[in-house]
Every structure is written in C-alpha cells, then in structure tokens.
C-alpha cells in the first residue's frame, strides 16, 4: 500500500467514524456544468442572489481558494427524512434540523477532526475547510469525485442513499488524488417525479431549475414578501420546500414528521430576543424571523 493508499484509508475511516456517508478525492479542475452555471446566469435565473453572480474565476478554478491546492476531498454528512413541524401541523424543509446547531458549524467541526489526520499523516500540508461559505460548484465538484449522479431534480443523487444530505470539502496541498475517479451516470432513467410534481414549474424539465421561481429559494433568501399564490404552492411547509425530493423513488418513502417546534400562531406571536434564544444558533437564523413570519402569512392566508 503506497503512503497516499494509506492517507486516504485513514481519512475514510474516520470521516464514517464521524457519521460522513461518502468520501471522495478529486483533482481541482474546472468543475463539469460550469457552463450551464453561466448559462443560467446570463438568463437570470437566479432571482436576486447577487452573490451567485461573484466570485466566477474561483468557481471555475476552485485550486484558487488554497496556494498549491492539489486534491479537493468531498464529503456527504446525511441529515434525517423525518420532516420538522410545528404543533399545528405545519412544516420546514428536512435540511433545516431546528433542533440542532446550524449545519455549517458542526460540518466544520467534523471536517476539523479530517485535518487533525491530514496534518499528522501528511507533514507540512495546507488545508482549508469549506461548508457552503465560498464560492465553489459543490454538487458538480462531488459528481467529479465519482460520489453520486445528478438527479433529474438537480439533486445530487448517492445510490442506496438518496438525496438527503449536506455537501463538505477540504481542500489540501497533499496530493491524495490518485486519477481513479469517475463520474457516474444518471440512474433516473424514464422517471420524471420530480419534475411533474414541482408546485411553481421552477424545474422547468430535467436537469433545468429556474431558481427565482423555486419555493427553497422564495422561502429563504428572497427579500420580499410572498403572494398568495406562493402561498398555496407552499401547502404547509414555510421554510424551504422538498417536494422534488420527497417524490424521489431514490429517497425512499416521504417519511413521518416530527411534530416538536412551536405553533405558526407561536412563531407569529414570537419576538426577537425569543428567537435568538431558542433558533439563533440553527439553520433558521438564516431566513430570520421576520422573513418565517411573513412566510407563515403567506401559508395559512392561502389555507382559509
Ligand atoms: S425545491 Fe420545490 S419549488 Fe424548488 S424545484 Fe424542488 S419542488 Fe420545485
Ligand atoms: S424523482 Fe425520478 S427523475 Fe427525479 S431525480 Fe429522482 S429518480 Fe430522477
């Protein structure tokens, strides 16, 4: 077993340790899809997340972000199908886990136990830990890794595991890559679940997502207020939206939700320092409170 062999076998050996469910190694290189990327940009299809706009020469050449940058390491952290709901009966996207400490910061932390193994094993490397916070082409960096196809639903798609999962990387100096990696095929074949049920025709076809119309990104990142016909798309989810996954054969079964957060009148009644104390350190913060209540009006006015 060669040096590099054995990094990489302790590396993955740890990453299950800590409950990671794939691992990949790839060389930074212009990451596949990057031209639809830009496609899709110049068509603005984004809505008005300007920052997809930033940071293009990095995501093209993602070695950009580490000096000497020589294996890109992925790593796919699963996150439950049980569904979180109010008391009422309302619902936020599988990802958010609000009852855990927002996803960023604990990958980070799981991906800091990684290096502690690469700074032993590999004297003298640099590393650098990304989590959804630069701009990298994560899904396409991870297909290139050989991890998972691309779904129809522009999921990235692990055989035997589905869809529900966060994306990890750290990019090193320890040239671990050993040119064994390949993509793997679509395994969609005839379906089109995904596509058929999209409430806002925002997966326009296969492979095709029209982010300003997608109810993930009007739920959360989207400044404004949500119109009543947003609201009826949204059925009773006020966070996010997982229905092209949810549909999905390759996720199994919808799932149960899991009915422990406060009631929509609760979170309506709720004030800032309430929220801070029980929902700043979750993936909630993100939208903020503000931005849940005028989603949970959009909602329940489309229910009466
Ligand atoms: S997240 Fe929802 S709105 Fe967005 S593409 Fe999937 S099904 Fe459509
Ligand atoms: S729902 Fe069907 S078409 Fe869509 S990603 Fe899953 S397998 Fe592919």
Redesign the pocket.
């Known amino acids: 077993m060669t040096w590099v062999d054995m990094v990489r076998s302790l590396l993955t050996e740890r990453a299950r340790e800590l409950g990671f469910i794939s691992i990949g190694f790839v060389r930074p290189q212009r990451p596949p899809f990057f031209d639809q990327y830009m496609e899709r940009l110049s068509q603005k299809k984004h809505g008005d997340m300007s920052w997809l706009e930033r940071g293009r020469e990095i995501r093209e050449a993602p070695q950009r972000l580490l000096q000497g940058c020589k294996t890109i390491i992925c790593l796919a952290f699963p996150y439950s199908a049980e569904k979180p709901a109010t008391r009422d009966g309302f619902t936020l996207s599988r990802y958010s886990q609000p009852d855990l400490e927002d996803y960023h910061v604990r990958l980070k932390t799981l991906c800091g136990s990684l290096v502690d193994v690469l700074e032993e094993h590999w004297e003298g490397c640099k590393n650098r830990v990304c989590v959804d916070s630069v701009p990298l082409m994560e899904r396409s960096v991870a297909y290139a890794a050989g991890m998972g196809f691309f ?3 522009n ?1 990235l ?1 692990i055989p035997g595991y589905g869809s529900y999962f966060y994306l990890a990387e750290i990019l090193t100096t320890a040239p671990l890559e050993t040119g064994e990696t390949r993509p793997m095929e679509s395994q ?1 074949g005839d ?5 058929a049920n999209c409430p806002t025709g925002a997966l326009r076809g ?1 492979y095709t997502l029209d982010a300003s119309r997608c109810l993930s990104y009007l739920t959360i990142e989207y400044k404004g207020e949500l119109d009543h016909e947003s609201g009826t798309r949204m059925a009773k989810c006020f966070f996010g939206c997982d229905r ?1 996954q949810e ?4 996720n199994g079964d919808e799932g149960a939700s899991r009915a422990f957060l406060p009631s929509t009148r609760e979170f309506l009644e709720m004030d800032e320092s309430v929220f801070e104390a029980e929902f700043g350190r979750t993936a909630l913060s993100r939208a903020g409170l503000r931005k849940i209540k005028s989603n949970i009006m959009a909602v329940t006015n489309a229910e009466r």
Do not use: A, D
């Open positions: 779904g129809k639903n999921m798609i969609c379906c089109r679940q995904c596509v296969p092209c549909v999905c054969p390759f």
